[in-house]
């Protein structure tokens, strides 16, 4: 609230450079950056006559999250007040914005040697540490990445940011259990949410619904891929779409969503109070997130309940640990009635899956394998394969001694990374004759890639999504194992959904074994590959009854809080039929 009515003020004063910091630092203390970047893109007055109020400002766009920012405001500082304190100061954003050039470059080595030289001398700096932090869990160091998430939300707790980026990075590390998992996410929510607007029950359980639906990446991508077919196929004769875009990204993709949908707002420039007051105005019933606490989120927004009804979906692989989402989507594989304490949500379990897949058009067609090494694979980031998940595909190359192992990912785009994890696969005893690390392309690229495939090795506990659906309808089995948390349990859910129960491993030895057998029974994996299609065109790619199943969730969730009209400790699982 405080930073809404800062950036009002400096609204109706534009060129007031102190309301206009003003804005800036109560954005910054709650983190409420939205509408920032398109403000420094104007003109800005001399910050100079408010020297102190400016370097202040800096500190905390900084600390809390807009590095950017920072350096224009120390950049305005620096023409007319160019003293030591504040030259040393933008001299050090400008040491991190070369950093982080270089890793968006993949020159990643020297972005780490640069971070080091930044947090030796300036260790509070918290874009440094977030930056070496990404570069760790990106070469698939994920207790280093762990690490520094950990010092930063030590030194500022109010950062929900970061805070958010070590939930996602805790859920890829195989030495936390799955109820710590959830009991951090409990922990976030009470910090950063700690006070939840009563839930607003719906009023009449049949009447004609306007379903809100809330995320950073209507482009091309998974929800492109797993959402904008389903939109299209939605109820219309009971049900309106309003979409929310919470990105300044437009493509082909956004523009699909923008037709498909009943109703399009860009809400990226909008602070919390003010998406609010937009999802109010179009008198929202249900809002379902997209994102939870993946990056891009508005989850602090769902706390002051613009909606009656609050859904988390497709986007994010965990309980948000917040009781203002009241129901998730899910299906019976993925949460088991027996892990239902990990969850702060109600669950509605989708029979047809939680996610359906659209196969790409262009997608080649499955050949035979004849005369060709055997060939493992896996196209999952980096960042998901850890050191156990390394010492398994050992075990699998040792036992399998003529095969290879191909590994397609953003990360083997720069030559760096590519070093690095032949390094760290030789730490495993793995050859780096074996392996075959290719830059991921496009998605094109990646179908192409598997055809010449034999088997798909899905890494744990983070395992595959979009990229085991790939692999199978490329006719390749997946070997998965099973875990406690949703993002161990996705490959499953689509292995059991087309009966392939045999390839859900319940432990490591089980992993190792399922995926040596099936390298040594070529007649089993022809039958697999001839297959794969048919099922999963049957099971799994149904997009009309997926979004007849979506839509009757969200009726029956509407009428169960109708029904209870209030308390959601008395809302019920729901299984649809």
């Not at 994102?291 to 988390?312: E, F, I, K, T, Y």
């Not at 997608?363 to 394969?385: H, M, T, Y």
């Not at 010492?391 to 192992?405: G, N």
Request: charged share 25%; glycine share 4%; aromatic share 6%.
């Amino acid at each position: 609230n405080a930073s809404s009515s800062f950036r009002r003020a400096s609204e109706l004063r534009p060129a007031d450079a102190g309301a206009l910091l003003e804005w800036f630092s109560a954005a910054a203390r709650s983190q409420q950056f939205a509408g920032i970047d398109i403000r420094l893109r104007e003109p800005l007055s001399d910050f100079a006559p408010h020297r102190d109020l400016a370097l202040q400002t800096a500190k905390e766009l900084e600390q809390h999250g807009s590095a950017t920012a920072a350096f224009v405001v120390l950049s305005n500082l620096r023409r007319t007040a160019a003293d030591p304190d504040v030259i040393a100061r933008h001299m050090l954003e400008f040491r991190y914005a070369k950093a982080a050039l270089l890793e968006h470059k993949r020159e990643t080595d020297a972005a780490v040697e640069a971070a080091n030289r930044i947090l030796s001398q300036a260790p509070n700096h918290r874009g440094t540490r977030m930056l070496r932090a990404s570069v760790s869990s990106e070469r698939g160091e994920i207790s280093d990445a762990i690490a520094d998430l950990r010092e930063i939300t030590r030194r500022i707790p109010d950062d929900a940011i970061a805070g958010s980026a070590l939930l996602i990075a805790l859920q890829h590390d195989p030495s936390q259990s799955a109820g710590d998992i959830a009991q951090a996410h409990r922990e976030w929510a009470q910090r950063h949410m700690p006070v939840v607007a009563p839930s607003r029950a719906g009023d009449d359980p049949d009447r004609p619904l306007r379903v809100g639906w809330l995320s950073p990446r209507f482009f091309e991508g998974l929800v492109g891929n797993f959402f904008l077919p389903v939109l299209r196929q939605l109820d219309r004769t009971c049900m309106t779409h309003v979409l929310y875009s919470n990105s300044a990204i437009v493509d082909a993709t956004s523009e699909a969503f923008r037709e498909a949908a009943d109703a399009w707002h860009r809400v990226d420039a909008l602070d919390d109070a003010a998406l609010c007051e937009r999802i109010r105005a179009d008198r929202i019933d249900i809002l379902v997130g997209m994102s939870g606490h993946s990056p891009g989120n508005r989850l602090r927004a769902l706390a002051a309940r613009p909606a009656p009804l609050q859904v988390s979906s497709l986007d994010y692989f965990h309980s948000t640990g917040t009781r203002a989402v009241d129901v998730l989507i899910s299906d019976a594989m993925l949460t088991p009635e027996r892990l239902r304490s990990m969850y702060t949500e109600r669950i509605v379990r989708l029979t047809s899956g939680w996610l359906c897949y659209s196969p790409p058009a262009d997608a080649p067609e499955i050949g035979r394998r004849e005369n060709a090494p055997l060939r493992f694979c896996s196209f999952n980031r980096v960042d998901k394969l850890n050191d156990r998940v390394l010492a398994c595909w050992s075990r699998i190359l040792d036992e399998t001694p003529d095969s290879v192992l191909r590994l397609k990912a953003r990360a083997f785009d720069g030559a760096d990374d590519c070093r690095h994890f032949i390094g760290r696969a030789a730490q495993h005893g793995i050859d780096e004759n074996r392996l075959e690390l290719v830059g991921y392309g496009d998605h094109a690229d990646a179908m192409r890639a598997y055809a010449d495939c034999d088997i798909a090795l899905d890494p744990f506990p983070f395992s595959g999504c979009a990229t085991s659906f790939d692999a199978l309808w490329m006719g390749l089995p997946v070997v998965t194992k099973i875990g406690e948390t949703m993002v161990s349990r996705q490959s499953a859910s689509i292995l059991h959904a087309i009966d392939l129960d045999d390839c859900i491993a319940a432990n490591e030895e089980d992993y190792v074994s399922t995926a040596v057998a099936l390298a040594g029974d070529p007649s089993r994996l022809e039958t697999i590959r001839s297959s794969l299609r048919a099922r999963m065109r049957e099971r799994v790619c149904d997009v009309p009854r997926h979004a007849r199943e979506l839509g009757d969730a969200l009726r029956e969730a509407w009428r169960v809080s109708c029904r209870t009209r209030y308390a959601v400790a008395v809302f019920p699982t729901i299984d649809l039929p």
